[in-house]
């Protein structure tokens, strides 16, 4: 689902097949909700995830059932579920 982020796209003029059938199955088919995530699925988001211990995004974005891909739902999880990861600034250790 992720579709082996093997490499730094970054700078990269080209792109094989592999990598547009990746951009096209996770982010530009049309099946895929591009809608802002409402707070109750996010809700749904964070009580799925953690029913499967915050593993195996593809049953879980097919269990939430909004037309997520697995990658869109462990995104949104990182971004607005996950507590271990934390906003704000950096502790001078972390800078370090």
Same mark, same amino acid.
């Given at each position: ?6 490499? #730094? $796209?970054?700078? &990269? ?19 895929? #909700?591009?809608?802002?995530? #409402?707070?109750?699925?996010?809700? &749904? $988001? ?31 999880? &990182? ?5 271990? $990861? ?11």
């Amino acid at each position: 689902y992720l579709c082996n982020v093997r490499r #730094s $796209l970054i700078g &990269q003029r080209t792109r094989d097949a592999e990598d547009i059938r990746c951009f096209w199955q996770n982010f530009l088919h049309p099946s895929i #909700s591009k809608t802002k995530w #409402s707070k109750e699925e996010v809700q &749904q $988001l964070k009580e799925i995830s953690r029913r499967h211990g915050e593993r195996d995004w593809e049953t879980i974005a097919t269990e939430l059932g909004t037309g997520r891909t697995a990658f869109l739902c462990l995104q949104t999880f &990182q971004r607005f579920v996950s507590d271990s $990861l934390k906003n704000g600034t950096w502790t001078p250790d972390e800078d370090n």
